[in-house]
């Protein structure tokens, strides 16, 4: 009796396009999601600890942007406290890359092996794109704000700034930041998953430019208009790269379909 026939889908996959891992419970995809998070945090964790050992040169340089404002400690231990929360913010940025990994491996079988193929580069881009996040931060939202946060009000009350309040300041604008720069990852995932087609998240555009608008009044503390600006368009600019992403993702597994039908159209 000849082997059945692999199942194909839509009848456009072959043998190679399915996924080749057997099916899981539903409690063992559970236990496989714990497993994923506890190793996350565990990177979390040892980045936070590494990031410890440097971090008067990180607190050094996150008060680069401030200038010739002078900070203060307002209470005893403060600065003590801002190392640990530094470190802390820190780890998770180096452990980023690793939890996106974890992240999609936990998607992996479901996806077919060549949609496989694509968890690297994913991975890497939404690494330089996280990093991408951080230095558009540092290098023009945070001197924007803080510019503009200075000079109001200069001629009343003269800059004396806490340390943790200043560091506070940056690190959630600066994390924030890179995180919002994620979106085409995100995009891309769900358009591989099939969740979402390009043609709808381009026709969403609106919505997009609202939410960026609403996203940046809420990320930037300051709420200057020049520092919400830009970081709505960084947002929106992402979003439709995000979409572009999408749909060569989806002419690439058009293309892929259309060659493996080629020879079974051939035989008949």
Known sequence: ???PKP???????NEKDLPHDAEMPFIDHIEELRQRIIRSLIAV????????LFVRPLVRFLEAPAGSIHFLQLAPGEFLFVSFKVAAY?????ALPFIVYQG?????PGLTRRERSLIAPAVAGSAILFLAGLFFAWWTLVPAALKFLISYGADVVEPFWSIERYLDFVLVLMLATGL????????LILGLLGIAKWEKMLSAWRWVV???????AVITPSTDPITMSLLAGAITSLFLIGVG????????????????????????
């Open 1 to 3: 009796m000849p082997p």
């Open 7 to 13: 199942l194909q889908i839509g009848g456009k996959s």
């Open 45 to 52: 964790v040892i980045g936070s600890l590494l990031s410890l």
């Open 90 to 94: 820190s780890g998770l940025t180096f």
């Open 104 to 108: 999609l491996a936990f998607v992996i």
């Open 180 to 187: 919002s720069f994620q979106i085409p990852v995100l995009q």
């Open 210 to 216: 609202l939410i960026a608008a609403l996203a940046s």
């Open 245 to 268: 992403l999408v749909a060569i993702a989806d002419q690439f597994k058009e293309e892929i379909h259309s060659s493996s039908d080629l020879p079974s159209k051939a035989k008949r």
